[in-house]
């Protein structure tokens, strides 16, 4: 909502105050031709590869026979050694985080694992007893028939 000191200002003035200022109009500025300059080079991007596809598409089609199965023996070479670099890290990873539980280190996740051997203790103690109670508390088996 507009005061009555607002209304009598000229619109000059409204103006001027509602423009930008000169950093923001810079940002602007800048953004627009750095935006720009990125568009053109996408576009050049594209271009030179639709032209390379069609210039490489007949020696692709003249060397298929060849070049299939040794890109899919160089993708299994390369996921196999990926796979296995992997299962590396998380080995030493899984190593790593054992031997800093172990010296008291108290590692990431150490708290949930905590928990996790209690109630296992817990539920460990409690069928024990339940089966301490069917062994020697009711009888055993064939004095209950079973």
């Known amino acids: 909502m507009s ?9 000059t003035q409204k103006l001027y105050e509602s423009a930008p200022s000169s950093r923001q109009a810079a940002k602007f500025v800048t953004a627009t031709t750095l935006g720009g300059a990125l568009l ?10 639709v ?6 598409t007949p020696l692709m089609v003249l060397f298929s026979p060849v070049l299939v199965p040794a890109g899919i023996a160089i993708f299994l070479v390369v ?7 992997g299962c590396g890290v ?22 949930q694992l905590d928990y996790a051997r209690h109630k296992l203790r817990e539920y460990g103690q409690y ?9 020697y508390g009711h009888g055993t088996y064939s004095q209950l028939g079973l």
């Open 127 to 135: 069928v024990q007893q339940k089966a301490q109670e069917v062994t």
């Open 40 to 49: 053109f080079l996408s576009g050049l991007t594209l271009t030179g590869t």
């Open 90 to 111: 998380a080995a030493i990873s899984a190593v790593s985080w054992i031997y800093n539980y172990v010296q008291g280190k108290h590692p990431p996740g150490a708290d």
């Open 79 to 85: 996921s196999g050694f990926l796979f296995s670099g």
């Open 3 to 11: 005061t009555a000191t607002d209304q009598k200002k000229p619109i």
């Open 51 to 56: 032209i390379a596809l069609i210039m490489a």
